[in-house]
């Protein structure tokens, strides 16, 4: 399974962006997916997930009301749209796949892809 993030780059404070995660190599309606990100300095957090089967999103609470993550199994990508960008949401932003469960923890993720720079700028 082959993850591709993209969709990231420099916005000002307040702005928004939206990342892309295209999937290949087995049947992406089996997997959940799920969007992390790593700060400088800082662990790798949980951000958002959706589950396989109904559409379920799961929040970091940081992000609740600003970012919405959603998927299309027809084009095999997932997606994070981010609203009302701050300064502290700059980070690597990776995207994450697991197999008949909902990536809501680094420890039941499958397959990781090369993360994408967001920078927020105030």
């Known amino acids: 399974v082959q993850l591709q993030a993209s969709g990231g780059g420099l916005v000002q404070a307040g702005g928004s962006l939206r990342l892309s995660c295209a999937v290949s190599?087995?049947?992406?309606?089996?997997?959940?997916m799920g969007w992390f990100r790593q700060a400088p300095g800082k662990e790798r957090e949980f951000v958002g997930a959706?589950?396989?089967?109904?559409?379920?999103?799961y929040y970091e609470d940081s992000v609740k009301g600003r970012f919405t993550i959603s998927r299309d199994n027809a084009k095999n990508t997932v997606y994070l749209q981010m609203a009302s960008l701050k300064p502290e949401d700059t980070a690597v932003y990776y995207c994450?796949?697991?197999?008949?469960?909902?990536?809501?923890?680094?420890?039941?993720?499958?397959?990781w892809g090369k993360g994408t720079q967001v920078t927020v700028s105030s």
């Open positions: 959706i589950n396989r089967s109904d559409g379920t999103t």
């Open positions: 190599g087995r049947t992406f309606s089996n997997y959940g």
């Open positions: 994450a796949a697991s197999w008949f469960e909902t990536p809501q923890d680094s420890s039941n993720v499958d397959y």
